[in-house]
C-alpha cells in the first residue's frame, strides 16, 4: 500500500468511525435493505430461464400465473428495499454534512487570531461549503455502492456460476484488466479536485471582497478591472473542472468496451452451446441477462476510485481545520475563585512584557513594565504603528506575550478561564463590528440574560436613543451587514452601549469616539465619564484633547515606553508628545481657518 492509498484509508477510517459509525442501527437495517435489492436484481436474472425455457418452449400453463406474480412480488419487495435504503443513507450522509460543519465552526472559531489573520475567509467559507458537499457526496455514494453494488453483483456472479462455471469466468477476465487504468485516473483526479476547491476558495473570497468594498470600487471607476479579476478565477475553475470531467469521462467507455469484449465472447462460446445442444435457450439468456445486468454495478464501482479520490481531495481540506489546535491554551484549572473571592482593589501589570507576531522576528514590543492601578484612567498615545493596539489585544489574550507576563490583581492571565478573564473586560474599538441582526441583538451580543432595564439604560448612557426612535422598527430594527444601514457614528454608539450593558469593572477604549462627529463626540465623551467612573480604564488615544484628563498618559515609542506622565508634565519634558500634540493643534487650527 503506497502512502497516498494509506492516507484514503485513514481518513475514510476516520470518518466512518466517527460520522457513520453512531448510526450503526440506521446503517444496518438500510444494508438488509441493500441485500434484498440485490438479491431481487438476481432473481429477476434467473427467472429468464423458467420462462423461456418453461412456458415459450414447454408451454406450461401452471407457470403463466405464478411466475408473473413472482416477478409483481420481487418488484414490490425491491421497490419497498430501495426506498428505505434511499432515505436511511440519505440521512447518514446529511447528517454526517450537519456534524462535520458544526465540528469545523467549533474548530475554527477555538482558533487564535493570529490564525485567522493568516487565512482568508473566503478559503474557510469555500471549505464550509463546497468541500464540505463534495465529501458528503464522495462518502455516501462509496458506501452505498460499495455495498448494495457488491452485494448485486456477487449475486448475479452466483446465478452465473450456477448456470455455468466455464462462461463465468470467462466473463471475469475484465476486471483485473481494468484495475491499473482505474487506479491512475483516481490519483489524476484528486490531484485536479484539490486544485479546483482552491480555485473556488479564492473565488469565493474575492467575490465577498469585491462585494464589501463596492463604493471604493465605483469610486476608482474599477468596474471592469473587478470583472476581469474574477472571470480570471471562473475560467480557471471551469477549465479545472472541465479537465476533471475528461479525466472522470475514461472510466466508463474503457469498461465498456472492455464488457463489450466479453459479452462478444459469451455470445459466441454460449450461443454455439445452444446450437450443439449442450445447454437450453432459456440457460442461456438467463446467464446473459446476469452477465449484462453485473456490468451495470461493476461500472459504477469503476468510477467510484474516481469519486473517491474527489472527495478525499476536500477530506484533506476538511481535517486541516478540524486539526487545528489553537496556540493559546485556556488554563486546565483555572484560578478564577482567586479574584471573584477577593475584595481587594485588582491592579493591571505588565512585568516584562514583549511581543512580537509569529513567523516575524520584529518586536512589536518590548520590555513593557507598567501597572495600573484600581479606579485609574490611564492613556496610550503614540505614532501608528509603535504597538499600542497590540498591547491591548494582548490584555484578553487575543494573543500572548513572547516574553514576560501580566497580571489581574498579582494572579497571571494565563492562569484565568477565557470566560472570566474576557468578561473582566469592555472593550470598545474603532473598528466596531457589527451582526446583520437588530439593534437590540447587537447592543446585548454576549449577554443573553440581560434585563430590559438595564437594556434600556444603556441606550439612554450611551446617547443611542436618539437615532433608534427614528428608525422604522425601533430597537428590533435589521441594520444590515455590519451595520450598513447606519452612520459610523450610530455604529459606534452602538459599540459604546454594549460597554454600559456589559458592566466590566475595567475597560479598553481603542479611539472610541474616532467615527463621531463634534457634537456627537461631546455627548459620548460624557457618557464615557459616567461609564469609567469607579472603574479601570486603559484608552487608546489618537486626538489628545479627549486625554488631556487622563490619570496618567503613557507615551509608545517603537514598542517601548518612552515616558509617562500627565499632560501637564509631559508637554514640557517629552519631545514625542509635545510633536504630537503640536501636530495635532496646527490641524485643528487649519481647519478653522478654512
Known amino acids: 500500500m503506497d502512502n497516498k492509498s494509506k492516507k484514503t484509508y485513514e481518513m475514510l477510517k476516520r470518518l466512518f468511525s466517527k460520522y457513520v459509525k453512531k448510526h450503526k442501527v440506521k446503517l444496518f437495517i438500510s444494508i438488509i435493505c441493500m441485500v434484498l435489492v440485490a438479491a431481487a436484481t438476481a432473481l429477476n436474472a434467473w427467472m429468464m430461464q423458467p420462462v423461456l425455457d418453461e412456458i415459450f418452449i414447454n408451454k406450461n400453463q401452471n407457470l403463466i400465473m405464478l411466475i408473473p406474480l413472482a416477478v409483481i412480488l420481487i418488484a414490490i419487495i425491491k421497490g419497498i428495499a430501495s426506498y428505505y435504503q434511499s432515505i436511511l443513507m440519505s440521512f447518514i ?147 479545472l473542472t472541465y479537465k476533471s470531467t475528461k479525466v472522470n469521462s475514461i472510466a466508463r467507455p474503457l469498461m465498456e468496451i472492455l464488457s463489450g469484449l466479453a459479452i462478444g465472447a459469451i455470445i459466441f462460446i454460449g450461443g454455439s452451446q445452444v446450437i450443439l445442444d449442450q445447454t437450453t435457450p432459456g440457460t442461456f439468456f438467463s446467464f446473459l441477462t446476469a452477465l449484462l445486468m453485473a456490468y451495470q454495478p461493476i461500472k459504477s464501482l469503476a468510477s467510484l476510485n474516481a469519486t473517491l479520490q474527489i472527495s478525499m481531495a476536500s477530506a484533506e481540506r476538511i481535517f486541516e481545520i478540524l486539526d487545528q489546535q489553537p496556540i493559546i491554551k485556556e488554563s486546565v484549572n483555572p484560578k478564577d475563585e482567586i479574584l471573584i473571592d477577593n475584595n481587594t482593589k485588582n491592579n493591571l501589570k505588565f512585568l516584562n512584557l514583549s511581543f512580537r507576531y509569529k513567523n516575524s522576528t520584529k518586536f512589536v514590543l518590548k520590555r513593557i513594565n507598567l501597572e495600573i492601578f484600581h479606579g485609574e484612567k490611564v492613556a496610550l498615545v503614540g505614532h501608528s504603528g509603535s504597538g499600542k493596539s497590540t498591547l491591548m489585544n494582548l490584555i484578553p489574550r487575543f494573543f500572548d506575550p513572547t516574553k514576560g507576563r501580566i497580571e489581574i490583581g498579582g494572579t497571571n492571565i494565563k492562569d484565568l478561564s477565557f470566560k472570566f478573564l474576557r468578561n473582566y473586560f469592555s472593550m470598545v474599538s474603532q473598528d466596531v463590528i457589527l451582526f446583520d441582526e437588530t439593534v437590540k441583538y447587537n447592543i446585548c451580543y454576549g449577554i443573553p440574560n440581560f434585563k430590559e432595564k438595564k437594556f434600556l439604560d444603556a441606550c439612554r448612557k450611551s446617547n443611542c436613543n436618539e437615532f433608534i426612535s427614528k428608525l422604522p422598527g425601533g430597537y428590533n430594527q435589521m441594520i444590515g451587514e455590519n451595520g450598513t444601514r447606519l452612520s459610523g457614528g450610530q455604529r459606534q454608539r452602538i459599540a459604546i452601549a454594549r460597554a454600559f450593558i456589559r458592566n466590566s469593572p475595567f475597560l479598553l477604549l481603542d479611539e472610541a469616539t474616532s467615527s463621531l462627529d463634534s457634537r456627537s463626540e461631546k455627548k459620548i465623551q460624557d457618557s464615557l465619564s459616567n461609564l469609567i467612573s469607579n472603574k479601570t480604564a486603559l484608552i487608546i488615544a489618537h486626538r489628545l484633547s479627549t486625554v488631556i484628563d487622563a490619570d496618567r498618559i503613557i507615551i509608545i515609542n517603537n514598542g517601548e515606553i518612552a515616558d509617562i506622565g500627565k499632560h501637564s508634565s509631559l508637554i514640557k519634558k517629552s519631545k514625542i508628545y509635545k510633536n504630537l500634540y503640536d501636530l495635532q493643534f496646527k490641524k485643528q487650527n487649519d481647519k478653522k481657518n478654512t
Do not use: W
Open 93 to 239: 450522509g446529511y447528517k454526517l454534512v450537519a456534524d462535520v460543519q458544526n465540528e469545523m465552526f467549533n474548530s475554527a472559531v477555538r482558533c487564535d487570531l493570529s490564525y485567522h489573520n493568516q487565512v482568508n475567509s473566503g478559503t474557510l467559507v469555500s471549505r464550509f461549503i463546497a468541500d464540505v458537499g463534495a465529501l458528503s457526496r464522495g462518502v455516501h455514494n462509496v458506501i452505498i455502492n460499495i455495498i448494495k453494488d457488491s452485494l448485486t453483483f456477487i449475486f448475479l456472479v452466483g446465478v452465473m456460476f450456477y448456470h455455468d462455471v466455464k462462461l463465468a469466468f470467462i466473463a471475469m477476465f475484465v476486471f483485473p484488466v481494468a484495475i491499473y487504468p482505474i487506479r491512475k485516473i483516481g490519483k489524476r483526479l484528486r490531484k485536479i479536485s484539490k486544485n479546483t476547491q482552491v480555485g473556488f476558495g479564492l473565488l469565493t473570497s474575492k467575490l465577498s471582497e469585491s462585494f464589501s468594498a463596492i463604493k471604493t470600487i465605483k469610486a476608482f471607476n474599477s468596474e471592469r478591472f473587478e470583472s476581469n479579476k474574477i472571470n480570471k478565477e471562473i475560467l480557471n475553475i471551469f477549465n
